[in-house]
T-cell receptor, first 111, second 110 residues
C-alpha cells in the first residue's frame, strides 16, 4: 500500500523553538508538498519541491523553510515557532493531474 | 487567481437521505479530484475525472465533471454515518500544484 508518512501525529513546542516536521513517501514521486490547514481557511500551500534540492514557495512561506536532500524525504522547518503557527500540517506527494497522496497530518501546538 | 467554490459549506442530514455537493470555478481544469477527510486525518483521494461530461461511480457516490471542465458535482445516495467528513474538490491546470476548494463539511446522523 502506497504511503506518505509524517513523523509525528501531535507535537507541542514552545515559542521560539526550531521545529522540524518530517515526511517520507514510498511512491518515488518527484513532487512533494507541505500544506497547513486551519478552520475557515482551507488548505494553504507553504512550500513544494519538484525534485531533490529543488523547492518553490507556495502561498504562505513566511516563517518556514524546507529541505529535500533525498527524493523520498521532504522536511518542513519552522525557524522560530510562534503561536500563530499552531495548525494542522499536511504533507502530500504526487502529480496534480492524477491527484495527491496525503500523510495523516501533524497537529502542532505552539505555546 | 483560480478559485474553486464549494457549496454548501455545511450539510447535516439523516441517514438514508440523498445529497449533492457542488464545486464551481470560472477556470478550466485538465482534471478534477474529490477527496474525503475524516477528523484528525489527511485527505484521501476518492476519484479523478478528466473528460468533460464524465461520470464516475464509486458505490453510492456519483461524480460528474462539467462539460466545460469548470465545475463538478458529488452526489451521495442513501447517506450513511460513515460518509461523515470534509469533502474537498481540487482542480489541476498546467502545473502540478492543485487548486483546492473551500470544502463541504458533511454530518450524517443515524
Amino acid at each position: 500500500d502506497v504511503k506518505v508518512t509524517q513523523s509525528s501525529r501531535y507535537l507541542v513546542k514552545r515559542t521560539g523553538e526550531k521545529v522540524f516536521l518530517e515526511c517520507v513517501q514510498d511512491m518515488d514521486h518527484e513532487n512533494m508538498f507541505w500544506y497547513r490547514q486551519d478552520p475557515g481557511l482551507g488548505l494553504r500551500l507553504i512550500y513544494f519541491s519538484y525534485d531533490v534540492k529543488m523547492k518553490e514557495k507556495g502561498d504562505i512561506p513566511e516563517g518556514y523553510s524546507v529541505s529535500r536532500e533525498k527524493k523520498e524525504r521532504f522536511s518542513l522547518i519552522l525557524e522560530s515557532a510562534s503561536t500563530n503557527q499552531t495548525s494542522m500540517y499536511l504533507c502530500a506527494s504526487g502529480q496534480g493531474y492524477y491527484g495527491y497522496t496525503f500523510g495523516s497530518g501533524t497537529r502542532l501546538t505552539v505555546v | 487567481t483560480q478559485l474553486l467554490e464549494q457549496s454548501p459549506q455545511f450539510l447535516s442530514i439523516q441517514e438514508g437521505e440523498n445529497l449533492t455537493v457542488y464545486c464551481n470555478s470560472s477556470s478550466v481544469f485538465s482534471s478534477l479530484q474529490w477527496y474525503r477527510q475524516e477528523p484528525g486525518e489527511g485527505p484521501v483521494l476518492l476519484v479523478t475525472v478528466v473528460t468533460g461530461g464524465e461520470v464516475k461511480k464509486l458505490k453510492r457516490l456519483t461524480f460528474q465533471f462539467g462539460d466545460a471542465r469548470k465545475d463538478s458535482s458529488l452526489h451521495i445516495t442513501a447517506a450513511q454515518p460513515g460518509d461523515t467528513g470534509l469533502y474537498l474538490c481540487a482542480g489541476a491546470s498546467n502545473t502540478d500544484k492543485l487548486i483546492f476548494g473551500t470544502g463541504t463539511r458533511l454530518q450524517v446522523f443515524p
